[in-house]
């Protein structure tokens, strides 16, 4: 949708902070750090991706609660569509419903999007009309 409406997109990857990691922290010095690098890797991967097959993309890493990450951030930069993925997950994995039942809808003011398809790079590279090797080039 995004490439045929030659939209800007922000990609927003946010790493949630459980209420045991400070503890695991103070245990195990740097598993925060890993964690964050982790995410990182995972983002720049997306916004390299993205980049690559002609997209204006904006990246952007942050900790906290999810659902409120996403809405705030989804404020700031004036968002007409929020997306995000989705695949079945327990209650204690699921990360759009926020504190006290929120969910995500009700920290947002734009219209939400939730992909439940997963496709791999080289279908998503067709439905753009682009080869995976000429991103490779790119």
């Not at 245990?27 to 980049?51: F, K, N, T």
């Not at 039942?101 to 998503?124: H, K, N, P, V």
Request: aromatic share 6%; glycine share 10%.
């Amino acid at each position: 949708m995004a490439h045929g409406a030659n939209a800007e997109l922000y990609v927003l990857a946010v790493v949630a902070e459980a209420p045991g990691m400070r503890v695991a922290e103070g245990a195990h010095a740097g598993i925060m750090a890993r964690q964050d690098e982790a995410y990182r890797a995972l983002l720049e991967e997306a916004v390299s991706a993205l980049g690559g097959i002609g997209m204006t993309v904006k990246g952007k890493l942050v900790r906290g609660e999810p659902a409120q990450e996403i809405g705030a951030y989804s404020r700031q930069i004036k968002a007409d569509l929020v997306v995000v993925g989705h695949r079945k997950q327990n209650l204690l994995q699921r990360w759009w419903s926020g504190p006290n039942g929120a969910y995500l809808s009700d920290y947002i003011s734009c219209s939400l999007l939730i992909a439940r398809a997963e496709i791999s790079t080289e279908e998503f590279m067709q439905r753009v009309g682009r080869s995976s090797e000429a991103v490779a080039e790119a």
